[in-house]
């Protein structure tokens, strides 16, 4: 679609959308709010449905899911010092494929380590990116990276320094080949 | 009354009439002896220059062509392909070239299959003209005696006739005795195929060699050497695409030997016709005589099979897989009217040499439901090819789609195969993964190279390096052709292979009045892409085919938010 003529029309869509949801809201077309500009909890909870029904919508055709807790089944364990966030992300239909997010106020390097020995005793194979690859890439001691495999999965991990917290944001994305 | 002395007298005449006849029959056994023993020289000299002929035909009869022509590549005797030419081609090479238009036409012939043809269709035809016009210009050469005759007389007057007489020597007979013959149908030819039928012979994904056209060792006993190798099976018309190849037998690691006249008499063109109109013989007849003082001797004739022994695999030896790397690029993704998803902002570039980085997407105004504005938050990117091989470019994550990925990898290692001409040399998925995984093509795309070429510079082993490299590694020949593109046309093997590629990240979009953002839905998340393109070449100009591989990253970013 042309972009322009697109923006044109994502924005008209967008206000109209959110005029219709105004106009749909009975609390504040026919009753008083009980808060100024607020709804009532009903009609509030219809319209949190409503978009969470578009924020589903999307999820599906996209074929992905998030959330912000890693399944206990997910492959590889999940570092659990000074964890401030985790997220994950996986693919709905296809090969098995997901993608789990940690941050931690650990410092990479100990982080990549843990992993690395977690890893070897569970039988994964592993290659981690040198530090004179990383010295290359003018990323060292600032990213941790490395591939591993076992039977048809895959993983990729990276320990990413976090320059304001000197945490980690380690990203494991794994995959499995049928 | 006889005496005794008229007796004894008797006896001496007797004796006179003895001796003599027994000094004639020593002189007649003298004269068979030596008409023999002539016989049996001039024998020996015909099949000393027989066998030169056979030996020297391989070599010192020959078609021209040019340094720049399809099949100058062929022009060797060496597997290396950075061994000079001589822009010769000899009944020893010859089916090299027949061999290298075969697989032309081969690859012409899977990719129309596939309907990706292009001019290579047109290229498989000229090759092959090109490989017939050269067979019949040196079939002619080979069946003109008077070109043989000097090998004949190299070695044939080397050889004593001192029976005959001091001085004299045998020399080539013109006439009838100068024959060839067309010996060992359906024997082997010296083109080893790769692999065996259950692989395929290495050749391309969909394409099967017609059934006849290949042959085990057909020596018997079989010699140790040959294992289960596989061969071209000469004098046998192999049918590929509507056009005829032909190779001359040559039994492996036979040397040139001589054979009985009826053999080679039972075989001959004019005994036993072949389809092939005008073929190349293997073998040849040589009659010489032994002169004396100008005075004709004895005559002789020898009947000699040629074999240049010297084996080669099914190749196209100076050729190259090009591989190219499109630049990376991260793309942004709105859902300003669920679930349709729209792509805002100019797409960034992300590199090689400075994966994984912090990147920040365009605000899009109304780029969410009920939304003002959505921003997406700060992704990493590029650690899908962040210190990277070129194996992992192409090869690694996301591979879901794995039978994609196998076509992928069967087109390159069926071209690397193409590549080789050291017999017995297998280039495996596992070489080539090798090769493509090589430190040094991680450090040419941190240093910014997008432009690789797969090649053999030495018909054995396989490396792939950045053109200039490639130019310089392999200086006799790849400078001519490395710039060509290949002939047939790109199609998209893998066809946005993705998976989720980073951390999801929660955003706060901006609201439009009297709407706040929807808890726990406002969220971005990255997406690693890749895409594989195949354009095969058929080899006719050198490239047997171009890999692209396209990488980029998509950011999605939700934005949804509800009236108050």
């Not at chain 2, 007298?9 to 003895?18: H, N, Y």
């Not at chain 2, 990117?381 to 794995?402: C, K, Q, W």
């Not at chain 2, 490396?463 to 200039?468: A, F, G, R, V």
Request: with cysteine.
């Amino acid at each position: 679609m042309n972009f322009r003529a697109f923006l044109v029309l994502s924005a008209a869509a967008s206000v109209s959308l959110g005029l219709a949801g105004l106009a749909s809201n009975a609390a504040f077309a026919q009753n008083p709010p009980t808060q100024p500009g607020q709804s009532d909890p009903a009609t509030r909870e219809r319209n949190l449905q409503a978009a969470k029904s578009k924020y589903l919508s999307i999820m599906s055709t996209e074929r992905v899911n998030i959330t912000e807790r890693i399944p206990i089944n997910f492959p590889l364990p999940a570092y659990n010092s000074n964890v401030t966030r985790t997220s994950f992300i996986n693919t709905t239909k296809g090969s098995p494929t997901a993608t789990a997010g940690i941050i931690t106020k650990d410092a990479p390097e100990a982080v990549f380590k843990w992993y690395q020995e977690k890893l070897r005793n569970a039988g994964w194979s592993s290659m981690a990116a040198s530090p004179k690859l990383m010295e290359k890439l003018g990323k060292l001691g600032k990213v941790y990276m490395l591939d591993a495999t076992k039977d048809t999965q895959a993983v990729k991990l990276s320990c990413t320094l976090d320059p304001a917290t000197q945490g980690t944001t380690v990203s494991i994305t794994w995959v499995k080949n049928r | 009354m006889k005496t005794k002395r008229d007796k004894r007298g008797s006896v001496t005449a007797f004796s006179a009439v003895l001796a003599l006849a027994l000094l004639v029959l020593g002189i007649g056994f003298l004269f068979i002896v030596l008409y023999m023993g002539a016989q049996r020289e001039t024998k020996n000299a015909t099949d000393a220059g027989a066998l030169n002929v056979g030996k020297k035909a391989l070599t010192d009869i020959s078609v021209p062509v040019m340094p720049t022509d399809v099949f100058a590549d062929c022009a060797s005797d060496s597997i290396d392909n950075n061994a000079l030419r001589d822009n010769k081609i000899t009944l020893g090479r010859i089916n090299r070239v027949w061999s290298k238009a075969m697989l032309i036409a081969i690859n012409a012939e899977a990719a129309g299959a596939d309907g990706q043809a292009g001019s290579g269709s047109g290229n498989a035809s000229q090759a092959v003209s090109g490989a017939e016009e050269i067979s019949n210009s040196l079939a002619a050469k080979l069946k003109t005696p008077s070109n043989l005759h000097g090998f004949f007389n190299e070695l044939s007057q080397q050889n004593s006739v001192r029976m005959i007489g001091v001085g004299s020597s045998t020399q080539v007979l013109p006439g009838a005795g100068w024959q060839t013959s067309l010996m060992d149908r359906e024997a082997e030819s010296n083109i080893e195929l790769t692999g065996s039928p259950s692989d395929n012979f290495y050749l391309p994904p969909g394409y099967s060699l017609p059934a006849g056209a290949s042959t085990q060792c057909t020596r018997s006993p079989k010699p140790d050497g040959v294992g289960n190798k596989y061969f071209l099976k000469g004098y046998v018309p192999i049918q590929i695409g509507g056009k005829t190849i032909w190779q001359v037998p040559f039994k492996w690691d036979n040397k040139p030997i001589l054979v009985a006249s009826s053999k080679f008499d039972a075989e001959k063109a004019t005994t036993k016709a072949l389809e092939w109109s005008n073929p190349v013989p293997n073998a040849f007849s040589a009659e010489g005589q032994a002169l004396k003082a100008g005075a004709p001797g004895e005559k002789a004739t020898s009947w000699v099979l040629s074999n240049p022994r010297k084996p080669f695999k099914l190749s196209a030896p100076h050729s190259f897989l090009k591989i190219k790397v499109d630049q990376p690029k991260c793309h942004w993704y709105f859902y300003p009217i669920p679930p349709i998803k729209v792509e805002f902002g100019a797409a960034q570039n992300y590199d090689f040499n400075s994966s994984p980085t912090g990147m920040t997407g365009t605000t899009m105004p109304g780029g969410g439901v009920l939304c003002s504005s959505v921003t997406p938050p700060s992704q990493m990117i590029g650690l899908d090819i962040a210190g990277r091989s070129l194996d992992e470019v192409i090869f690694s994550l996301p591979n879901l789609h794995t039978s994609e990925t196998k076509k992928v990898e069967d087109q390159m290692v069926s071209r690397a195969n193409q590549m080789i001409s050291k017999p017995g040399v297998v280039i495996t998925p596992a070489k080539l993964h090798s090769c493509l995984g090589s430190a040094v093509t991680r450090l040419a795309l941190i240093a910014g190279e997008k432009n690789f070429y797969l090649f053999s510079k030495d018909g054995e082993t396989l490396e792939c390096l950045p053109k200039i490299a490639a130019d310089a590694l392999a200086f006799t020949w790849m400078p001519l052709i490395s710039g060509k593109d290949a002939d047939g046309t790109e199609k998209k093997i893998i066809d946005d292979d993705y998976m989720p590629g980073g951390f999801p990240l929660p955003h706060a979009p901006v609201p439009l009045p009297f709407c706040s953002p929807t808890p726990l839905v406002n969220v971005s998340w990255v997406l690693w892409d890749k895409d594989v393109y195949w354009k095969p070449g058929t080899g006719y100009n050198g490239s047997l085919g171009e890999i692209r591989v396209k990488r980029w990253s998509e950011v999605h970013t939700v934005g949804v938010c509800n009236p108050l």
